[in-house]
């Protein structure tokens, strides 16, 4: 089996769980207030700007496409301030990311959310409740979104890792995952 194959396998079941979160399925559904938006936006943010961080500091030795600055450009066009922003809380319970195959588990989950993104734009744009210039995040970056993913997927099945390194990936994908979702669930952010 691949490694996107066991990646897709193995985090199916948490992938549905983190739809099931309510401001996500309103999100994906366009009927996300701009209070929730701005809510969701920061926590995105608290959560994807450290994990971005900690993937830039490892050589993944597969392709990737950035993306917590269109996070931050959305909160500006939200209204926060730089201060604001900087006082956004960070998730301080991101999988520990120290190996290749742990950063590309991360990953996976990132760069899929962006085939997820593509199509809550499209339900935002719909509804039109979010101004486009406050949801960049979800704006492909590309303009063939499918081509990109069929390129990242044939990437990590490229990728020579050991059975045990195909272990941290997977387990770090899962991680990843759960800790997202507890962290948009947590009532206190």
């Not at 050589?59 to 950035?66: A, E, T």
């Not at 926060?80 to 006082?87: F, K, L, M, T, V």
């Amino acid at each position: 089996m691949s490694l996107y194959q066991t990646l897709n396998e193995k985090t199916s079941a948490l992938h549905d769980t983190i739809e099931t979160v309510p401001v996500l399925t309103e999100l994906s559904k366009g009927t996300i207030c701009l209070e929730q938006y701005k809510q969701l936006t920061s926590l995105f943010y608290g959560f994807w700007q450290p994990a971005e961080r900690m993937l830039k500091s490892i050589d993944l030795s597969i392709p990737w496409v950035s993306r917590a600055h269109h996070l931050h450009h959305d909160l500006i066009k939200l209204g926060y301030s730089e201060d604001d922003i900087c006082g956004i809380s960070q998730c301080m319970l991101l999988p520990d990311i120290t190996t290749a195959a742990q950063g590309v588990g991360m990953l996976y989950v990132y760069q899929g959310s962006q085939m997820g993104g593509a199509l809550i734009n499209k339900a935002l744009s719909n509804a039109n409740v979010i101004p486009e210039e406050c949801r960049t995040f979800y704006i492909p970056h590309t303009s063939n979104l499918a081509q990109y993913w069929n390129e990242f997927t044939h990437a990590l099945n490229l990728a020579s890792f050991s059975e045990t390194e195909i272990t941290q990936a997977v387990s770090s994908a899962r991680e990843t995952f759960l800790t997202l979702t507890c962290w948009l669930m947590l009532p206190t952010n």
